[in-house]
């Protein structure tokens, strides 16, 4: 399949830079409104990392492949075998098996991998793109 318009390096990491500081901005009032009180070790605590993993897997499906970052950036997540629209189970393996799950058995080496598949392959795939079946391109 030609790929329409993928998105390089630069763009998805500023999205997703973009998409960790605006979560956790929204978190951090959260808890300090909950709680009173703002520790930083809040940020590196499992409830973190399961409320980011529940918002970059169900966002994209509700919201046409967006999440606050890559809408910002124009760029979304789709099927690469026909472009259409991802689902629950397309975003599951992208980023529960894909980015957590593989990260976490490799030690962290399937990112730094990935980094170098977004930037030299031709249709801008990551390891977690290729697992899914989806691929990330600019409106």
Same mark, same amino acid.
């Not at 977004?118 to 795939?125: A, F, G, Q, S």
């Given at each position: 399949?030609? #790929? $329409?318009?993928?998105?390089?390096?630069?763009?998805?990491?500023?999205?997703?830079?973009?998409?960790? +500081?605006?979560?956790?901005?929204?978190? /951090? %009032?959260?808890? !300090? +409104? #909950?709680?009173?009180?703002?520790?930083?070790?809040?940020?590196?605590?499992?409830?973190?990392?399961?409320?980011?993993?529940? &918002?970059?897997?169900? @966002?994209?499906?509700?919201?046409?492949?967006?999440? *606050?970052?890559?809408? %910002?950036? $124009? *760029?979304? %997540?789709?099927?690469? $075998?026909?472009?259409?629209?991802?689902?629950?189970?397309?975003?599951?393996?992208?980023?529960?098996?894909?980015? !957590?799950?593989?990260? /976490? *058995? @490799? +030690?962290? %080496?399937? *990112?730094?991998?990935? #980094?170098? =598949?977004? =930037?030299?392959?031709?249709?801008?795939?990551?390891?977690?793109?290729?697992?899914?079946?989806?691929?990330?391109? &600019?409106?």
């Amino acid at each position: 399949m030609e #790929v $329409k318009r993928p998105a390089g390096f630069g763009t998805r990491f500023l999205a997703d830079v973009l998409d960790s +500081l605006i979560v956790s901005s929204i978190i /951090g %009032i959260v808890v !300090y +409104l #909950v709680k009173g009180d703002f520790q930083a070790d809040w940020a590196s605590s499992y409830p973190w990392q399961i409320v980011t993993m529940i &918002y970059t897997t169900i @966002t994209p499906v509700v919201w046409g492949g967006y999440v *606050i970052g890559k809408r %910002i950036f $124009k *760029i979304r %997540i789709r099927k690469f $075998k026909d472009d259409r629209p991802v689902n629950l189970v397309d975003m599951l393996l992208r980023e529960v098996v894909g980015k !957590y799950f593989v990260a /976490g *058995i @490799t +030690l962290g %080496i399937s *990112i730094i991998v990935s #980094v170098f =598949m977004v =930037m030299i392959r031709e249709d801008k795939r990551a390891v977690h793109d290729l697992i899914a079946g989806t691929y990330v391109r &600019y409106d």
